[in-house]
């Protein structure tokens, strides 16, 4: 499967857990963008991150959130002492140049989070 | 107290008939759109794009028409089939921005 993975596709935490979404974009790809979505809502922009750098953090909340994408392995979204609030589902994409005004975004599955 | 849920516009259509949906988008600067495809427990998947200097585009099955005008897309599906079923989304992109901003979608049911 030459798309782009998310795993877990289910995650399931308790109050005051951390989360860790994790995000391989398309091979050749070294762009990757996280959204949320709500059911029945269209997906809200989080992050945009290129190899090392965070390039557009101003959807993701300043508290608790953090997202990385290190030179090797995926990128990864981190949720810290996880809030009811913040069960939603988690898409990434990934684009293979600079951005979706040159390229359209490609997405995973998702990430299915619950917080009980 | 009583939650209220939000509602999707829905669209009905028969198998093989066209299927147009709409979309108005919000910002006058935005020169890329996208339409995407969302089954249920699935991740958006692209159907086409459009650049702001066209005003039409093709695929297989589809054709996007973008009038700036009144700052509206639509998406039509011709011969639509069962397989068509799913929640479309438009998404915009403004420039150096490189967020898609997104509409909220259209649920498309195909009868048979």
């Known amino acids: 499967n030459a798309g782009v993975m998310q795993n877990p596709r289910h995650l399931v935490r308790r109050r005051g857990q951390e989360a860790r979404l994790r995000c391989s974009p398309m091979k050749g790809h070294s762009h990757v963008y996280w959204y949320r979505q709500l059911p029945e809502e269209g997906l809200k922009f989080m992050v945009y991150l290129q190899k090392e750098n965070i390039i557009d953090e101003s959807g993701m909340p300043k508290e608790r959130f953090s997202a990385e994408f290190p030179k090797e392995g995926p990128s990864i979204l981190r949720i810290q002492q996880v809030v009811r609030g913040d069960s939603a589902a988690y898409f990434c994409?990934?684009?293979?140049?600079?951005?979706?005004?040159?390229?359209?975004?490609?997405f995973g599955d998702g990430t299915r989070l619950s917080i009980l | 107290g009583e939650s209220v849920g939000l509602h999707l516009p829905t669209l009905s259509v028969q198998e093989g008939d066209n299927s147009i949906i709409n979309c108005a988008y919000s910002?006058?600067?935005?020169?890329?759109f996208i339409w995407y495809k969302q089954e249920s427990g699935k991740g958006p998947q692209f159907i086409i794009d459009?650049?702001?200097n066209m005003d039409k585009r093709q695929g297989q099955r589809v054709t996007v028409l973008l009038n700036k005008t009144v700052k509206h897309l639509s998406l039509q599906i011709a011969a639509t089939q069962p397989g068509d079923s799913a929640v479309y989304f438009c998404a915009e992109n403004a420039g150096n921005n490189r967020k898609l901003i997104w509409g909220l979608g259209t649920s498309l049911a195909v009868n048979p």
């Open positions: 994409a990934s684009s293979l140049s600079q951005g979706a005004s040159n390229q359209p975004q490609h």
């Open positions: 459009i650049r702001s």
């Open positions: 910002n006058s600067a935005s020169d890329y």
